[in-house]
């Protein structure tokens, strides 16, 4: 028996979306790498929404099947919206992924995180050989922290103690994420907080000092992944 409604049906994009043209002409060039039986990691964010859109309409046109590893509550209602099967990471191994991001330097190094999934998209990212990265000119940067902080994904516990050690490593400035639409700091799928901070001057070793602190969790900088910028 099915609901007389089904509120997931209604669950789409909701907000505004930047640059619609040039999204979506990335979206309609990503659904053309699209093959049955792909296993495809799949990001969260308005230009993978429309990708994922996108790559439906393929599906149902072809008859293709595919199975997709969401990133988030968002993106796997999504898929089930558009009649897409979804899996986790703990079944299946994607053969390739596509997200978007906040911010790409001249090394392909990147800032993600202002949707508060990163900690699943980089499970995504590090399992796929290669992950399609969806960004239009507005996301490419000089310097990482041009124009948004590094989100860094922490226990609660663990905020002041995550706050000091990111003073400590030079942040001018760290700030407690708080939502929209509720009371109180946005929590992540995995029930934790992110703090967002500003580095000036970001090398190679941050990623990996950021994850070095003890109560963080994940952060919003990729360094070093096999990524493809697809503008």
Known sequence: MNWEENVKQKSLWNGSMSNVEAKERIAKKLAEKVKDGDVIGVGSGSTSFLATKAIAEKVKQENLHITAIPTSYEVKMLCENLGIPTTTLMVQKPDWS???ADEVDPHNWLVKGRGGAMYKEKLNIAAS???YILVDDSKMVEHICDKFPIPVEVNPEAINLVRQALVEMGAE????????GKDGPVVTESGNVILDAVFRNVDETYEKKLKSIVGVVETGLFIGYPVVIEK
């Open 129 to 131: 050989k290669l992950t």
């Open 173 to 180: 400035d760290v700030t407690l994420r708080l939502a929209v």
């Open 98 to 100: 596509y997200d978007g």
